[in-house]
């Protein structure tokens, strides 16, 4: 059993692979690959779009600096990223300074053609849909929101309003935290039980011992007394 919850607890240490990896071989601003960043591993608010547009990609990335601003110190456990759906003229530099516009924490990804389609059929049928008949300048103004392995765990219509998406946002990410709280300490609670028996185990055999040895010794003695 000990052998079991030992294992379990290295288990609970390993990474596991993400749902979708797809995600992880886009290249940030930087030409970093975004698996390599930290903010691989956490939730991710995700929408696509392309820096030459005027209107929805704007509002859409206002209503993100205002979810972000919002959350404070909660908003540290989120990524929030923005796809490019037109890579070959949304240059790295021309990311940069239309992201930096609204908020420096936004992450610019681009990615290859093949991996947008797959990402993009994965999460948002309409942008894949754009990209199937060649039109790149593709929005739709949908955020979604994803788990740490990239799964997909909600989507934000373009009317939900930034208070409500934090609302949202802080009770998934409450609902995590005690989640994972609960599991660790029910490991730990299961692994200190384990070696309590075992040491009152450890402590019963000791004595058994002793006994069993002191009585072999007092026979011992009767015996050499009677010749």
Request: avoid cysteine; charged fraction near 10%; glycine fraction near 8%.
């Given at each position: 059993v000990l052998a079991g919850l030992l294992g379990y607890a290295a288990y609970r240490s390993i990474p596991m692979p993400p749902a979708h990896d797809y995600l992880g071989s886009f290249q940030d601003t930087d030409g970093t690959l975004f698996a390599q960043r930290p903010e691989a591993s956490r939730?991710?608010?995700l929408?696509?779009?392309y820096t030459s547009c005027a209107d929805v990609c704007p509002t859409t990335l206002l209503k993100l600096h205002q979810v972000l601003q919002a959350l404070g110190r909660q908003g540290n456990e989120v990524a929030v990223v923005f796809v490019s759906t037109e890579p070959g003229i949304d240059t790295p530099e021309r990311m940069s300074a239309f992201l930096g516009a609204f908020d420096r924490q936004v992450i610019g990804l681009r990615g290859s053609p093949a991996n947008l389609e797959a990402v993009a059929r994965d999460l948002s049928p309409e942008t894949a849909e754009a990209l199937a008949h060649g039109r790149q300048r593709a929005h739709s103004g949908m955020i979604y929101l994803l788990r740490p392995d990239n799964s997909?765990?909600?989507i934000y219509s373009p009317t939900e309003a930034a208070g409500d998406i934090v609302k949202s946002l802080s009770a998934r990410l409450l609902r995590s935290s005690l989640d994972a709280d609960a599991g660790d300490a029910t490991a730990q609670f299961a692994l200190g039980t384990v070696l309590a028996r075992q040491q009152r185990w450890a402590e019963a055999q000791h004595a058994f011992f002793r006994a069993r040895s002191l009585a072999t010794a007092s026979a011992s003695r009767?015996?050499?007394?009677r010749w």
């Open positions: 939730y991710k608010l929408t696509f779009g997909q765990l909600a009767a015996s050499q007394a």
